[in-house]
């Protein structure tokens, strides 16, 4: 706890621990925006989230270590081989639990999750792995708050990405036939959407979206096998409290859970930052469910 | 249960115990492996409480496995050395080592059976995917705490006392242990599931607001099954945590990534929401895996992942099911569990 007086004492670390949390929320966000996508259109809670992500870092790594390709220019890749992957998933397993038990979903995602974490284990090692995008850092305040560019440059592109995927819902036609399949898909099936099609381009949007979030994480930040749960946990998260289908609300709860979660570690000490992940969920969970039952509604 | 179901019942518990008992003298060498089988089966009769019979279906139950060992770890260290007496391995004599245990053994009962209650009384207000989701956040968040509070050890891990002499050997011990353990959970299970409890855990799966509504006091009900299941699952743990002799928090104690999601996958193979399906699917799944995880060193949670996917997927009402299905004059009687209505 003597952290917390440190942070007491000189607020620029605060400042400057908020300002990294903002900077890599906005990844948490275009994670949590694709598991909202999939929640909403076709009622399924993707738990291999994570492991979309993690693998998107991996990809981007790859193409740097071997043809020394910057991750940005990775990030397209990254985001095409998972929308690939995407679709080869939901025509192998997904295609079969749209529509059944949730916890179903639940289960068969979750051993999707296991099976790539495991998968990258084996190909890439355990080890955590970074790649230096080689920017500058801007020093502020006396050089007490350092912005590196790479996370600025991050940030942008999330909302440039936020911005592509906001239009692209709203004005072209498979985005439209996806808001109308989330609205009541069999409505949408009488008036002759194909919601398979609908379904499969919905989850391999989501895994390109978590692909690209994974380079970005690289990029700025380090991964390793194991990792993904805490994105798909985080990504839960953010769409419980901001709700489905609410872009800006996902993209300030992805910020503010990253200022909070930088605060956390910092306080805690960064070995208890997984554990104040989970211990958020369970929190958060509790405290929603409490509210609502005040109304005697309950979280389902 | 059907009136013919009830008539195989009296063969298989026969069945059971006389394998139980003739297995130390067929496998000498082998009563670790046949103790952990016995193991499972505590664990997926213990996970089917809630996740079959109730249809609240939990993904961090191993959470009370982990709190009844390290409870149970801690007691034995330091009843007889005062506190945290360090690392070095203990040595006990018989009679201190008999009563850690035992100790040991009821104090990871009363703290997971409290903890049940504690956290059961706001997670079990939760519904579906919510509880399942919080349920995986509980599980993994109390490994992460672990690694980090050196009290238990850290992320070094605890080491538990050692066999003294003049007990027999530390195999035929816990063989017998879990053994007895299994036997008593499900003998404890048959007599729940016959009576009212049984009834009522069934309709709230079935149906919980219509179950609330024919005044059935479901909090209640829902605590108390998710206490059953802590008090096993604790007791499991206690033993494990003595059996492997080292406690690590991730991949002994809150082991999430194997013996908790083992325990959904074993009561899901041999039929969620039966009496007898738990252990079925335990005993084929850790044969299974007993048999082929060598072959696949290094790509085993590669294996189990695609078998979650495989059995969730093609074959989500069990062995059980297709029994039902196959034979309904046999094992006909009450629907499986697939009669849960989808609460999105």
Redesign the interface.
């Known amino acids: 706890m003597d952290n917390l007086l440190l942070l007491y004492q000189a607020p620029t670390i605060l400042l400057q621990l908020v300002v990294d949390g903002l900077l890599v929320g906005a990844v948490f966000a275009l994670a949590a925006y694709g598991m909202a996508l999939v929640w909403g259109v076709m009622n399924i809670i993707n738990v291999s989230q994570g492991e979309y992500v993690i693998l998107g870092g991996y990809i981007s790594y790859f193409l740097f270590r071997q043809f020394g390709l910057h991750p940005l220019l990775g990030l397209p890749i990254a985001g095409l081989a998972l929308f690939l992957l995407g679709l080869l998933l939901y025509r192998v397993v997904i295609h079969r639990i749209v529509g059944r038990d949730m916890f179903i979903s639940l289960l068969a995602t979750f051993g999707i999750s296991i099976l790539l974490q495991q998968l990258m284990n084996e190909l890439f090692g355990p080890d955590v792995v970074s790649v230096d995008a080689g920017m500058p850092t801007w020093y502020f305040l006396g050089n007490a708050v350092t912005v590196p560019t790479a996370k600025l440059l991050a940030f942008g592109v999330v909302l440039a990405i936020a911005a592509l995927l906001v239009a692209g819902l709203r004005y072209s036609r498979l985005g439209q036939a996806i808001r109308a399949t989330a609205q009541n898909a069999r409505a949408a099936r009488v008036l002759g959407v194909d919601t398979d099609r609908v379904y499969a381009a919905t989850y391999a949007l989501n895994a390109a979206l978590c692909g690209m979030a994974g380079s970005l994480v690289v990029m700025i930040w380090v991964i390793h096998p194991f990792i993904g749960l805490t994105y798909t946990v985080r990504s839960f998260m953010i769409v419980i409290v901001a709700g489905l289908g609410n872009l800006p609300g996902v993209f300030a709860t992805g910020l503010g859970l990253g200022a909070l979660e930088q605060i956390a570690g910092f306080v805690l000490g960064a070995e208890f930052q997984s554990a104040f992940v989970f211990s958020l969920l369970v929190v958060i969970l509790i405290v929603r469910n409490a509210w609502l039952r005040r109304r005697r509604e309950y979280l389902s | 249960m059907s009136a013919r179901l009830q008539r195989l019942s009296a063969p298989a518990w026969t069945g059971l115990i006389v394998a139980g008992l003739v297995v130390p003298w067929l496998f000498p060498h082998h009563l670790t492996v046949f103790a952990f089988a016995w193991c499972m089966v505590v664990l997926a009769l213990s996970w089917d409480i809630c996740g079959g019979q109730m249809g609240y279906?939990s993904?961090g139950n191993i959470f009370f496995f982990g709190i009844g060992m390290y409870a149970c770890a801690v007691v034995q260290r330091d009843l007889w050395h005062g506190v945290a007496s360090g690392q070095a391995q203990l040595v006990l004599t018989a009679p201190q080592y008999l009563i850690g245990l035992g100790l040991g053994l009821v104090a990871g009962v009363v703290a997971a059976v409290a903890l049940a209650f504690l956290l059961g009384s706001?997670?079990l207000?939760?519904?579906?995917?919510?509880f399942?989701?919080?349920t995986?956040?509980?599980g993994?968040?109390a490994g992460?705490?672990a690694?980090?509070v050196d009290f238990i050890g850290a992320?070094s891990g605890m080491v538990t006392p050692l066999m003294p002499a003049g007990l027999p050997g530390k195999e035929i011990f816990y063989y017998a242990f879990f053994m007895l353990l299994a036997l008593f959970a499900l003998w404890l299970l048959s007599r729940l599931y016959a009576g009212r409890f049984g009834l009522a855990l069934n309709a709230i799966r079935d149906n919980e607001d219509k179950a609330e509504a024919m005044g059935l006091p479901t909090v209640a009900y829902k605590t108390t099954a998710w206490a059953v299941s802590a008090a096993l699952l604790a007791l499991a743990g206690g033993g494990v945590g003595n059996l492997v002799g080292f406690i690590d928090p991730i991949d002994v104690a809150f082991a999430g990534?194997s013996f908790g999601?083992w325990m959904?996958l074993m009561a899901?193979l041999g039929g969620k929401g039966t009496l007898w399906g738990p252990l079925i699917g335990a005993f084929l799944f850790y044969a299974a895996k007993e048999v082929t995880w060598t072959y696949f060193l290094?790509?085993?949670?590669?294996m189990?992942?695609?078998?979650?996917?495989i059995i969730?997927?093609?074959f989500?009402e069990g062995i059980m099911g297709w029994l039902r299905e196959r034979f309904p004059a046999r094992f006909g009687g009450a629907p499986a569990s697939e009669t849960?209505e989808?609460?999105?």
């Open positions: 279906n993904f706001q997670i207000g939760m519904r579906g995917h919510y399942a989701i919080c995986l956040g509980l993994i968040a992460e705490i690694t980090g992320g990534a999601v959904i899901i290094g790509w085993q949670r590669v189990l992942g695609a078998l979650i996917v969730v997927v093609f989500p849960q989808d609460r999105s």
